[in-house]
């Protein structure tokens, strides 16, 4: 959560006046902080132990490698005497074989933007691949008649919502980055 995005809370703390409210501002701001320390802290454990898992795995993706680039030329090499009657063939530790596959490629040095622009040239749609959706947001500027032709009813809503100042936070107003001296608003304000 980046400081000054709007934050819509779904649970509640009672909150009795605006010194409170800046009570509780200045607690949540400390929460965020003390949050985004605990996952920085977890971001760099995990790319510690990605680090390590891709050392320790290294020597055998090459090993995986080099054995599957050899099956496939003892494939290729031996195509005409394992494979001649049949597609594929099944070991005992596994199936391997050959399959028939065809691709759509561009003619000559052509590309695909080009394939797309002939297609509209020519107007064939069938060779378009459209998505539909509902667009939310050209509705929006729609009056309540023609939303109503579509079915659409808009509802207001008044949402709470409330920006962080963090460079306003401070260890004077009684909260620090260490765990154990979190107290919540209800054991302060008691």
Do not use: Y
């Not at 649970?11 to 985004?36: F, M, P, W, Y």
């Not at 749609?125 to 309540?144: M, T, Y």
């Not at 808009?154 to 306003?168: G, S, T």
Request: aromatic residues 6%; glycine residues 6%.
């Amino acid at each position: 959560m980046a400081a000054g995005r709007r934050i819509k809370p779904d649970n509640l703390v009672c909150v009795r006046d605006l010194q409170e409210a800046n009570t509780v501002l200045g607690e949540i701001a400390h929460l965020k902080r003390s949050i985004d320390a605990i996952e920085a802290d977890m971001n760099e454990s995990i790319d510690k132990i990605k680090r390590s898992a891709e050392a320790f795995s290294a020597p055998r993706r090459m090993r995986l490698d080099a054995l599957t680039n050899g099956l496939s030329a003892f494939a290729e090499f031996n195509k005409e005497s394992v494979f001649a009657h049949r597609r594929g063939v099944e070991l005992s530790f596994g199936m391997m074989g050959f399959r028939r596959s065809s691709e759509l490629k561009p003619q000559g040095r052509g590309t695909w933007a080009q394939v797309l622009e002939k297609i509209k040239e020519l107007g064939i749609p069938e060779a378009l691949r459209v998505r539909e959706d509902v667009n939310r947001e050209a509705l929006r500027g729609w009056s309540e008649e023609r939303l109503k032709l579509l079915g659409v009813r808009r509802v207001e809503k008044d949402l709470f919502w409330f920006a962080l100042k963090m460079e306003n936070l401070n260890h004077e107003i009684g909260f620090n980055d260490h765990k154990d001296d979190m107290k919540p608003l209800e054991e302060k304000t008691s």
